[in-house]
């Protein structure tokens, strides 16, 4: 089987003689960081019929489930990865005209 390296894994290999095991309460620290963001907290949220329906219908356009879907939404959110497209086109339009 030929298998090809992404990007990431290519990275990885170059610096992996940089990389030093880590033990003792650091390597605890990790775990507990790790594990506390893998667990996943029930909610209830209140949400009008017509959103929950275009997210429903978004969701299985993108092959996810729909609470998958909001999951993924909001970690963007709190994160700061998520972009409005109407202020990304302006920006994008400032920098057009710049050049």
Same mark, same amino acid.
């Given at each position: 089987?030929?298998?090809?390296?992404?990007?990431?894994?290519?990275? &990885?290999?170059?610096?992996?003689?940089?990389?030093?095991?880590?033990?003792?309460?650091?390597?605890?620290?990790?775990?507990?960081? &790790?594990?506390?963001?893998?667990?996943?907290?029930?909610?209830?949220?209140?949400?009008?019929?017509?959103?929950?329906?275009?997210?429903?219908?978004?969701?299985?356009?993108?092959?996810?489930?729909?609470?998958?879907?909001?999951?993924?939404?909001?970690?963007?959110?709190?994160?700061?990865?998520?972009?409005?497209?109407?202020?990304?086109?302006?920006?994008?339009?400032?920098?057009?005209?710049?050049?």
């Amino acid at each position: 089987m030929n298998y090809e390296l992404t990007s990431e894994e290519k990275m &990885i290999e170059k610096n992996a003689g940089h990389l030093r095991s880590v033990s003792g309460a650091k390597r605890e620290k990790i775990e507990k960081i &790790i594990t506390k963001a893998a667990k996943n907290k029930a909610i209830s949220l209140r949400i009008s019929e017509v959103d929950l329906e275009m997210i429903r219908t978004r969701a299985e356009q993108e092959g996810l489930p729909y609470q998958t879907l909001i999951n993924m939404v909001l970690h963007k959110y709190v994160t700061g990865e998520l972009f409005d497209r109407t202020e990304l086109m302006k920006i994008l339009a400032i920098l057009k005209k710049a050049v």
